[in-house]
């Protein structure tokens, strides 16, 4: 029997464009060759350019985690204190990584599906001197979308707390500017909305977060050291730890899209798809994790309705060519989570719709075809 075509809609890895892995199926050259130098240097201008860092970018083969750990490692000494603001799974990972780096940690955390009040942040902020605040920008677990940019605001009332956003599943799809969020440290991974394979962590750090860097000395990392890595974003001439050439070469052709697109407008693009999508899925009986008014752009947590199991949906869908990832937490078995960034298409977006109605027939939940994808064209016209 002919098999579906297998669209990749987890919340990353995402789908990676045909010019991107060719990229990647270049022939590998030496780390100090000319022309991969210059193309990492490029890289490296561009990525400061478009997210408007005061100071450094940290390109660096790894994972999103490592880039939260570096950015942790490099702005405070044991017995700092920081606060973290959960919004969900990956929140409550910062407070571990804090944990082992023998900081004091207070956690705001919010129900699943909503966000921390600012003002409660405020308060704690108050109360106490902290040397950073941490927040998800988007929580993969929940789908909810932090109000990066209100937080900011408030921290430029503390000028000697530095401001940690975690943008795994946000940079390159919600939009961030640094200078204008006031954001110190920023971090991502390669494999979410920039729609490259896995294998690349990046660390932004303002002229702030560098200073605060100088005040530790030595510390006790050595791999995600920022002054290790430092001589080499200046030359990439140099030589630390081995770079990933070819993801290096990945990542420039992803970035070079992004430049064609613009931030804004590749912004609005996953907004105008993330809501003709959410309204899709909830025509179709779903209902969604995260409260209206903070849904992410990036992906969708989407609840089953009553008499769909979890374990036969994503079997189904499966087969009908769109991979979903479960649920995470208490929604175990309750969800599933839909990626919707990087660099996909209406096409991408009509087929996945399409295989959901093709499930729900299949496992006998009353479906009227047609619907969800009509729902999702009108409303990507009408944001248009």
């Known amino acids: 029997m002919m098999k579906n075509k297998k669209l990749l809609m987890i919340p990353g ?9 060719d990229q990647m199926a270049r022939e590998t050259v030496a780390f100090g060759d000319p ?38 490692a490099n702005s405070m000494k044991s017995k ?23 900081l004091k940690v207070d956690v705001l955390k919010s129900e699943w599906g909503q966000v921390v009040p600012v003002k409660e942040i405020e308060e704690k902020l108050e109360k106490n001197d902290y040397q950073a605040v941490t927040v998800t920008h988007v929580d993969t677990a929940t789908g909810v979308c932090a109000p990066v940019e209100e937080i900011g605001k408030l921290m430029a009332k503390y000028p000697n707390t530095l401001y940690i956003v975690d943008g795994v599943c946000a940079t390159a799809g919600e939009f961030e500017n640094m200078e204008e969020m006031n954001i110190d440290l920023l971090l991502t991974g390669s494999q979410k909305a920039f729609g490259v ?36 974003m200046h030359d990439p001439s140099k030589y630390f730890a081995t770079p990933a050439i070819n993801m290096i070469w990945a990542l420039k052709e992803a970035v070079a899209i992004i430049k064609e697109e613009g ?8 907004q105008r798809n993330a809501r003709g999508l959410q309204k899709a899925l909830e025509v179709l009986g779903f209902s ?28 189904i869908l499966s087969e009908e060519g ?7 937490g208490d929604y175990a078995g309750k969800m599933f989570r839909l990626g919707h960034m990087g660099n996909i298409d209406t096409h991408d977006m009509v087929s996945v719709l399409a295989a959901i109605e093709r499930t729900l027939d299949r496992i006998g939940y009353p479906v009227e075809f047609g619907s969800s994808v009509g729902t999702y064209l009108s409303a990507v016209k009408e944001e248009k």
């Open 263 to 270: 931030m804004k407008n590749r912004y609005q693009r996953h």
């Open 322 to 328: 769109v991979m979903v990832a479960g649920g995470l």
């Open 13 to 21: 890895p995402t789908p990676v464009a045909r010019s991107i892995q």
């Open 197 to 232: 394979a896995p294998g690349i962590a990046i660390v932004w750090a303002n002229s702030k977060a560098m200073d605060r860097r100088k005040t530790l000395g030595t510390i006790p990392e050595y791999y995600i050291d920022f002054e290790k890595w430092l001589p080499i």
């Open 288 to 315: 969604l994790l995260a409260e209206k008014e903070c849904r992410a752009v990036t992906l969708s947590n989407v609840i089953y309705p009553d008499g769909v199991k979890d374990a036969d949906f994503r079997k």
């Open 35 to 72: 022309e991969f130098v210059g193309d990492f240097k490029g890289l490296i201008g561009d990525l400061k350019d478009l997210w408007k860092s005061s100071g450094e970018v940290f390109v660096v083969a790894g994972t999103g985690t490592m880039a939260m750990e570096m950015a942790i």
């Open 80 to 102: 700092d204190r920081v606060l973290i603001i959960s919004h969900g799974y990956f929140g409550d990972r910062y407070t571990e990584i804090c944990e082992r780096k023998g």
